[in-house]
């Protein structure tokens, strides 16, 4: 009697666990949801997953906060991520840089880009433009591919730091028409811009939102953006591909990403209540206002950008020799 006591004890515990992980998904979210993100505030990433924490607490009916946590470009933010419980409490916006890039920049990332995340949904894409100096001598896209080639070597692009999109597409640039043009590492956006405002740089690949202003205050000249579609903030400019170079993509894009093993009924309702928040024309506005273009989709969607890109930035990596100590 005592045995039979026992066992249904023992089956009744054992029932309870197997339907604790169902409650937890169909109760969901039961406490404070965190955003991690891998840069500082005010930034593209930042900004854009404030708006999400915003506008997601109401439909999921809890608080959503945002944490910052930054360094390695993005990386400790995303290993943060990576390492968390899949409960769908901690999540990450998680860019390009960190899940295309880094795994042919660093030697020892600490995650896998394929293996530890649960992609949600892609929430946003920015653009670089392709800018020269004002007073340069090269007034258009086909004159600077022709002085590119003319001499080799002797053209200088600024970037503003070792695999940053800005950079790769400066690289990506040089591998599509097979010419040399010297590399000009800076810290930064804003160390770069008083010598190629001068003309000590031949040109740079910049972000559209710090670039557009001086584009259109008469001291930068502007060819093209590298993303597919036109810019929201600049639609005047053509793209890459609209310049005579089918498929030339080279953009910061960033996403909403969970721990791998996150319930798929968590991923799916995430997913579901962010679309929503993208598709309001307050949000798509002041994403648009800074540039971004909003994005959304399907997490397989998404999970099959990283798959595609991370071979194609691979070789332009490898073919670049760049490491991220560069």
């Known amino acids: 009697?005592?045995?039979?006591?026992?066992?249904?004890?023992?089956?009744?515990?054992?029932?309870?666990?197997?339907?604790?992980?169902?409650?937890?998904?169909?109760?969901?979210?039961?406490?404070?949801?965190?955003?991690?993100?891998?840069?500082?505030?005010?930034?593209?990433?930042?900004?854009?997953?404030?708006?999400?924490?915003?506008?997601?607490?109401?439909?999921?009916?809890?608080?959503?906060?945002?944490?910052?946590?930054?360094?390695?470009?993005?990386?400790?933010?995303?290993?943060?991520?990576?390492?968390?419980?899949?409960?769908?409490?901690?999540?990450?916006?998680?860019?390009?840089?960190?899940?295309?890039?880094?795994?042919?920049?660093?030697?020892?990332?600490?995650f896998d880009p394929a293996k530890d995340f649960a992609p949600i949904t892609q929430v946003f894409v920015g653009a670089n433009v392709l800018v020269v100096p004002a007073d340069s001598p090269i007034k258009s896209l086909p004159e600077l591919v022709a002085a590119a080639r003319a001499q080799p070597g002797k053209l200088t692009y600024a970037h503003a730091g070792a695999g940053t999109s800005q950079h790769l597409a400066a690289e990506l640039f040089k591998s599509v028409l097979g010419v040399d043009i010297q590399p000009i590492a800076y810290r930064g956006t804003t160390a770069l811009l008083p010598d190629l405002l001068a003309g000590r740089v031949s040109l740079s690949f910049g972000n559209v939102v710090n670039m557009l202003p001086l584009v259109r205050e008469g001291k930068l000249r502007a060819f093209a953006v590298t993303s597919?579609?036109?810019?929201?903030?600049?639609?005047?400019?053509?793209?890459?591909?609209?310049?005579?170079?089918?498929?030339?993509?080279?953009?910061?894009?960033?996403?909403?990403?969970?721990?791998?093993g996150t319930p798929p009924a968590i991923v799916d309702r995430l997913q579901r209540e962010t679309v929503r928040v993208l598709a309001q024309p307050d949000v798509r506005k002041r994403l648009n206002d800074l540039g971004l273009d909003v994005l959304g989709g399907s997490p397989q969607e998404f999970a099959a950008a990283i798959q595609r890109e991370i071979p194609v930035w691979s070789r332009v990596i490898k073919q670049a020799g760049i490491k991220a100590t560069d």
Do not use: H
């Open 228 to 260: 597919i579609r036109r810019s929201a903030i600049a639609p005047e400019l053509p793209t890459m591909a609209e310049s005579g170079y089918p498929g030339f993509e080279a953009v910061p894009w960033f996403g909403l990403m969970g721990p791998a």
């Open 1 to 110: 009697m005592k045995v039979l006591c026992v066992l249904r004890v023992l089956c009744a515990a054992v029932l309870a666990l197997a339907a604790a992980p169902v409650r937890s998904q169909a109760t969901y979210p039961e406490q404070t949801v965190r955003i991690l993100v891998g840069f500082t505030p005010g930034t593209a990433p930042d900004v854009s997953a404030r708006i999400l924490a915003e506008k997601l607490s109401e439909p999921l009916g809890k608080t959503v906060v945002v944490e910052n946590i930054t360094g390695a470009g993005g990386n400790i933010g995303a290993l943060r991520v990576a390492k968390a419980p899949p409960d769908g409490y901690t999540l990450g916006m998680i860019g390009n840089g960190s899940l295309v890039f880094s795994p042919s920049l660093y030697d020892r990332l600490g």
